[in-house]
């Protein structure tokens, strides 16, 4: 039966280069995945984008691409299995991004390369006043505040783009089991009302689409849940044949474990209901599934099903939500818990007293009470040796932002002795809000660029 290799190079945009380049090099695979963009990213990137018009891809499209096409090349130039890279990493702007990788694939001297821009996940023209979005909130409140609407595109752009012979193939916004999907729709010629296979399918790309989560990593625990020579973690790849069953696994000798608790955990990442996983190629089912072990570092999955796809599609909006400022110190020693709350106390006051508008503040002592709170935090019985404390607000006004930070730096000479390591930080908010637009106003096209 004909089976085909998928890898997994990336679960996010700042993921390790190293093991995306192992499997590209021993994966023996078909076909590479970066999965590389959130739902802030994007709306960062459209920030980006607005700019600079040739901006808004991610920063390290050049340096993976520059990493894994010359083993795109060998594959074609040496007659061995080929290698194609589906991608993300286009954001807010895939045509730039694949007039990057070209430019790349000429500088490298790979010649020959087809590479495909998926387009049509940008729907902000297609929005109007009236669209009401998850937080409550209108598209009119938000304003000029709004920067971006992107909707979560399926894989058929992609077995699009996969048809017209594209070697890479860089998307915007598609949904994460989407970009793994695409190439068994491809090579195995599955219809795209074929639910139950789409389902499987969904199954192995949201197993695939964290990368080293399934591998061992956001899974170690010691003592607990051990894994083995974490800092070489490996990432996943997937066998997949025609029928949408799999073998996950990694390459030989590299570090993390796969086993059936690791595929479990990753199985419920994200997942609100598994008898309805929804997605825009098919509404899964993962209430079925099971996990089994095949060899060491191999689990078979299977028992995925799958439902019609939902009639609308998501759609991310971001829009600027303000300011966060911040400031944080440090105390250590005897008494240090007692100068850190003094210290915030301090802080606090002097927001109150200066008139500092803002929306929300919070004031931690990380190490004491940050994660749990107070009631919790007491729990662990004596004394710190060391203590930072935190305030951030939210506010409105940039300036007003800064003066949270401001009050912070100056507990060095008005605040409790021994405190150190100061810094403060101003940043915009971007936040990100969803709603859902009817499939048909959304229109994903192809673009080829031809490597020279």
């Known amino acids: 039966m004909k089976t085909l290799r998928i890898g997994s190079g990336a679960g996010y945009s700042g993921d390790r280069m190293e093991p995306a380049v192992e499997l590209a090099d021993k994966g023996e695979l078909d076909f590479l995945v970066f999965e590389c963009l959130a739902e802030r990213t994007i709306a960062l990137a459209q920030q980006a984008r607005l700019a600079d018009s040739e901006a808004g891809f991610d920063p390290l499209l050049g340096e993976r691409m520059c990493r894994v096409l010359p083993f795109v090349a060998r594959g074609r130039e040496a007659g061995q299995r080929r290698l194609r890279i589906i991608s993300n990493m286009g954001a807010a702007n895939p045509l730039s991004a694949a007039r990057e990788v070209r430019r790349i694939a000429a500088e490298l001297g790979v010649h020959g390369l087809k590479i495909a821009a998926l387009t049509g996940d940008d729907v902000l023209a297609q929005l109007n006043a009236e669209h009401l979005l998850d937080n409550g909130l209108t598209v009119a409140a938000l304003g000029n505040r709004l920067i971006s609407a992107n909707a979560y595109l399926g894989a058929e752009g992609i077995v ?32 795209q009302d074929d639910w139950m296979r789409l389902g499987r399918g969904t199954l192995i790309g949201h197993l695939l689409e964290c990368a080293g989560q399934i591998t061992g990593g956001y899974f170690a625990d010691p003592g607990v849940k051990d894994v083995a020579d974490l800092a070489r973690l490996g990432f996943p790849l997937a066998e997949v044949d ?105 802080v606090l006051e002097r927001l109150k007293l200066t008139g500092v508008t803002c929306d929300e503040v919070r004031a931690e002592l990380i190490g004491v009470d940050s994660l749990h709170g107070s009631t919790l935090g007491a729990r662990s019985g004596g004394e710190p040796w060391e203590v930072r404390l935190r305030v951030a607000a939210r506010c409105a006004d940039k300036a007003e932002a800064v003066r949270v930070g401001n009050e912070v730096e100056t507990l060095y000479t008005n605040g409790p002795y021994g405190g150190g390591g100061a810094t403060k930080a101003v940043r915009q908010v971007v936040a990100v809000a969803s709603l859902l637009l009817p499939r048909d106003a959304v229109n994903a096209q192809v673009h080829l660029e031809d490597a020279s």
């Open 242 to 346: 025609s029928e949408g069953r799999a073998v996950i696994s990694k390459v030989a000798g590299s570090g993390g474990r796969i086993d059936t608790a690791t595929c479990t955990e990753q199985m419920i990442y994200e997942v609100h209901d598994p008898r309805a996983y929804l997605t825009p190629d098919v509404t899964a089912d993962f209430s079925g599934v099971s996990f089994s072990v095949v060899a060491p570092d191999e689990v078979r999955a299977q028992g995925a099903d799958g439902r019609a796809r939902p009639e609308t599609l998501k759609v991310s909006v971001g829009y600027l939500d303000g300011w966060i400022g911040e400031g944080q110190i440090s105390y250590g020693g005897p008494g240090a818990l007692a100068r850190a709350q003094l210290a915030r106390d301090v």
């Open 160 to 191: 699009e783009a996969l048809k017209a012979d594209a070697d890479v193939v860089i998307t915007g916004r598609v949904a994460d089991p989407s970009l793994f999907l695409a190439p068994q729709l491809f090579t195995f010629g599955w219809a």
